[in-house]
T-cell receptor, first 110, second 117 residues
């Protein structure tokens, strides 16, 4: 069955550093992959989408890579700020559906 | 970005009653909407895919008679939790994609916190 894995442990980093979050998937080949941010008690907010024929996508301080051979996506936040603290979810897309990883909680300390 | 609105934001109901949650795309038309459920400290679990004008497609293990989904228009999908029980207490979230959009992102509502007492 399809499986999406994200680091379940919280990622704690210092303000100003680069945060790197990992998303691995198995048993399917998504046409594209999305990253979302979720704050407690709120719905996910869309951040970035990367397609299978794209290696890298950037938006301001955010960067996403997509390696279809490794079946992995990396999500980077450069010059991280305490306001970036949240849970980040990856969602590969295939067969008209989005499934979510368990999310990685990011804590940026001032 | 596109706006998806859910109503209500939270609801408390008695065990055995039914609750309806609405999901509206405010500034775009959505052929497909998705319903998710999220338990504390867990990820979003896809419950069903709602297609305008046709029956919803339910994920394995989701009871279609308990979670009734109606997608009567291109801007509204509803989820009705029938005969709710305390174990149905959860955070329910909908998402929608623009009509005709291919390989594009889904936008989420703010979620509905359901508590069954």
């Amino acid at each position: 069955s399809q499986k999406i894995e994200q680091n379940s442990e919280a990622l704690n980093i210092q303000e100003g550093k680069t945060a790197t979050l990992t998303c691995n998937y198995t048993n399917y080949s998504p046409a594209y992959l999305q990253w979302y941010r979720q704050d407690p008690g709120r719905g996910p907010v869309f951040l970035l989408l990367i397609r299978e024929n794209e290696k890298e996508k950037r938006k301001e301080r955010l960067k996403v890579t997509f390696d279809t051979t490794l079946k992995q996506s990396l999500f980077h936040i450069t010059a991280s700020q305490p306001a970036d603290s949240a849970t980040y979810l990856c969602a590969p897309y295939n067969f008209n559906k989005f499934y979510f990883g368990s999310g990685t909680k990011l804590n940026v300390k001032p | 970005g596109a706006v998806v609105s859910q109503h209500p934001s939270w609801v408390i109901c008695k065990s055995g009653t039914s609750v309806k949650i609405e999901c509206r795309s405010l500034d775009f038309q959505a052929t497909t909407m998705f319903w998710y459920r999220q338990f504390p400290k867990q990820s979003l679990m896809l419950m069903a895919t709602s297609n305008e004008g046709s029956k919803a497609t339910y994920e394995q293990g989701v009871e279609k008679d308990k979670f009734l989904i109606n997608h009567a228009s291109l801007t509204l999908s509803t989820l009705t939790v029938t005969s709710a029980h305390p174990e149905d207490s959860s955070f329910y979230i909908c998402s929608a994609r623009r009509q005709g959009a291919v390989n594009t992102e889904a936008f989420f509502g703010q979620g509905t916190r359901l508590t069954v007492v």
